[in-house]
Structure formats: C-alpha cells, structure tokens
C-alpha cells in the first residue's frame, strides 16, 4: 500500500538477541514462548484508517540488528523546520545509541544514520525519551533534549543529551547515577535500577522542565529539573511502597500535575501528583492492583513467576481522561477512568479523587511489554514481546474501552512508536 494510504506509521524495536530482559530467566528459564523466533531489528508498519496493520518495506527491517543490536527501545523526532528522526537504544552491557533521520517514498520508509553510534552512559540503556525546549543554554533555537534511562547491571544511570537539529551532533549534557537499590528483593534490588522517564513543563521560566525516574531497583520516583541556562539537578524523591519496583511512568497530558506510575512487581498502578505550593511529588491513595482478585490460582504456571505480578507499561488516554495498564502473565490490559472534582476557589482547577476500573481486556498476545497510544487517541498499540506481535485496539473516545482490531508477527516485539504518516 502508498505510505500516503496510513494514517499512522509503526516504528517497532526488536531484541535480536533471545532470552533478553525476563527477570525469572535464571530462577526458572524465563517465560515459556518460542524461542526459535528472534527480532532482526527495527521494523516499519502501516496503521490505516481503521487500524488494521500491515508491513511496511515487505517487512525487512528499517535498522538491521547487524547496524544496533538489541535495539528494544526508540524516541521519535520532529524538527520544527520539516522531517522526522528515530533515536534507537542498544540494550547491551556496553550500553549505547544511534540517531536515524527518516525518508519516505510512496511505498516504502529508509532510516539513514545521523551519526556514529554512541555511548549511552551506561548498561543495558531500556527507556529513551525527548523533548524540544526553546533557550536551552541561551540558545535562541529550539534544542533537542534526549534522556537514557540505563537500567544498569551494577547501578542505574540517566544520560542526558542535545543536539539543535539532525545535522548536528549530539553532545552529552548531564550523567546521573543512583546508587545502591532498597533490598526489599534481594534478587532484583540490590542496586538501583533506572526504568523510565517521564518529562512535564512548568510555570518556572528558570526551572521549565521536570523530568521524573522511575527507579525500580531503588522503589523510588526520582524527581529533577532542567534551568534555562542547561542545568540539570535533582529536586527530590518520592518513595515507593518497599519491593513494589517503579518501571512505567507518565505525566497527564492535559493536567501535568497528575502521574500514573506501573509498579512491576507488585502488579500496580499509583496515581501521583505534584503539590501546588512546592511542586514535590506525592502519592494520591494506595496503589490499585491490575489483576483480578485471587489470580493466579496456586497451581497455576503463573504463579511461579513473582506470584503472577508482573506489570509493565501505563499509559494515559490523549484526553487524560482514562489510565491503560499493562500485566504480563495476566496478559491483559486495565482499564481506569481518573475520577476527579474542580476546585472552583483554585482557577477551577483538577483535583485526582482516584481511578475506577472500567474494563479489563486481553491483549490478544503474550508478555505486553509497551503501548502506544495516537495521538488522535483513537488507537492503542501493543508489542508483546513472547508472542512475537503487534496487536491494535480501537478505542470508545465515550467510555475509553477498548475493541480489538489487528495483529501482526514481529518477533521479540519490545516497543511501538507512532509516527502520523502524512510528516514522513
């Protein structure tokens, strides 16, 4: 089909290595699924009008695994001026990242390297995140900021890097790291573990970002913020229940006071938010599990893996009406609508109550492991990492349920990006 044809192109990155990011692979020799089928790279697909998928480029990959290994998690680009780049990490020991600008024909997509591969301040870099910021370090153009979350095999670090356009290069800017982990689990927390990152604005002219981590290692949000002279310092913390491990984070889009976290290894989610007099993160209530009660049952084979908790990427609706989380194992997605009241004596503005489960739907895959939602907020797309897919999912914009669509094969699918195909 025309590239014109979509309304949404697919960016997805694969492991091509098998066996790769299961925390029960040693213990019990992972979560059973075929390994015969590993990822060649990074793939394009075509999501048309109705969200049906297909390959794009005859599905080869855009970025072979032989260019970047193991390359599992991407952030896309947009230039103010025109075109679209992908930046790619390399979830390896030697951690590292490459930047690729996109080109489109009517029928297929080419990714061209931007540059030398780079080092990305760490091990095993999982979570890659942007953002455009105009005055950076005086600068009078806007400013790409990219952020690494190196999830580390010793200790978790988060790189942070910048560049004015594709033709430029990307220097690094700033290298956090953070320490030693809280031990609530003696296997997966005895060092800090950088998961995620999640970036909001703020009224602060000197102070116009928060970026937020979420260490899972160390059952912490960690909270920074950037100057507008290119500082970057850590503002504060806000602690987790003890072994529930922070992986999944994400302002609201409309109300970027609110925040959903994922707790991977309790099965959670937690509403948080930032307070109004000094912008420190807080929790709003107890964390709510995505998993019916009473699952797994004890002889069932979920149950050896972490008593079946195992939660992986949540995500806010477009409208930031609705939370979507994802459990692995479960393989199923919650769905939460975000109860909340105006505050007419605060310029009307939102006050979180909590969330209302409003539907728990199968993904029609196994091992959920990222989503992504459009931007018009009609679609929700879903890269299973051991059934080797892609599934899409049509969304009620009413009631913020979800129908199932589509599925295509992408072996070790790890990550999905959207970009709309009329920018290509």
């Known amino acids: 089909m025309n590239i014109n044809n979509y309304k949404y192109i697919g960016i997805v990155g694969c492991y091509t290595k098998e066996g790769q990011a299961d925390p029960f692979e040693a213990s019990h020799g992972g979560v059973p699924h075929d390994r015969t089928l590993v990822g060649t790279g990074v793939m394009a697909i075509g999501v048309d009008y109705d969200g049906r998928l297909e390959y794009v480029n005859g599905g080869t990959p855009i970025i072979s695994g032989d260019e970047l290994v193991n390359p599992s998690y991407l952030t896309i680009l947009e230039n103010d001026g025109g075109g679209v780049g992908v930046c790619v990490v390399s979830e390896v020991e030697e951690g590292k990242w490459q930047p690729f600008k996109l080109t489109a024909s009517e029928e297929s997509i080419t990714a061209k390297p931007a540059s030398a591969s780079l080092s990305s301040g760490g091990a095993y870099p999982c979570h890659i995140t942007s953002a455009r910021v105009v005055g950076f370090d005086g600068e009078s153009k806007a400013t790409n900021l990219l952020f690494i979350c190196n999830y580390g095999e010793e200790e978790g670090t988060l790189s942070c890097f910048s560049n004015q356009s594709f033709n430029s290069t990307f220097k690094p800017e700033a290298k956090f790291m953070f320490g030693d982990g809280s031990k609530a689990d003696l296997n997966r927390q005895q060092c800090s573990h950088a998961h995620s990152t999640s970036i909001a604005s703020t009224l602060d002219p000197y102070s116009p970002l928060d970026i937020c981590v979420a260490d899972l290692g160390s059952d912490a949000i960690v909270q920074f913020s950037i100057t507008s002279s290119g500082r970057v310092r850590e503002t504060g913390r806000l602690a987790a229940p003890q072994g529930s491990g922070p ?45 019916p009660d009473n699952w797994p049952a004890p002889n069932m084979t979920e149950a050896q893996f972490n008593r079946g908790r195992w939660a992986s990427d949540a995500l806010w609706s477009a409208d930031g009406k609705y939370v979507y989380a994802a459990a692995r194992l479960h393989d199923s997605i919650s769905v939460f609508e975000l109860k909340y009241r105006i505050d007419t004596y605060r310029d009307n503005s939102v006050v979180a109550e909590g969330l209302e489960l409003v539907q728990r739907i199968s993904t029609q895959g196994r091992t959920p492991r990222c989503l992504c939602m459009s931007d018009c907020g009609n679609f929700l797309l879903v890269a ?14 009413v009631d913020g349920s979800l129908l199932f669509v589509d599925r295509i094969q ?9 970009i709309r195909a009329d920018k290509l």
Do not use: T, Y
């Open 384 to 397: 299973h990492q051991h059934s080797h897919d892609v599934s899409s999912f049509e969304r009620n914009e």
């Open 247 to 291: 992986r999944s984070l994400m302002f609201n889009p409309q109300h970027n006071h609110l925040a959903i976290v994922s707790l991977e290894m309790k099965g959670e989610v937690w509403l948080i938010r930032k307070r109004s007099h000094d912008g420190c993160l807080e929790g709003i209530g107890s964390p709510i599990s995505i998993l």
């Open 410 to 418: 992408l072996p070790n699918a790890a990550c999905v990006k959207l």
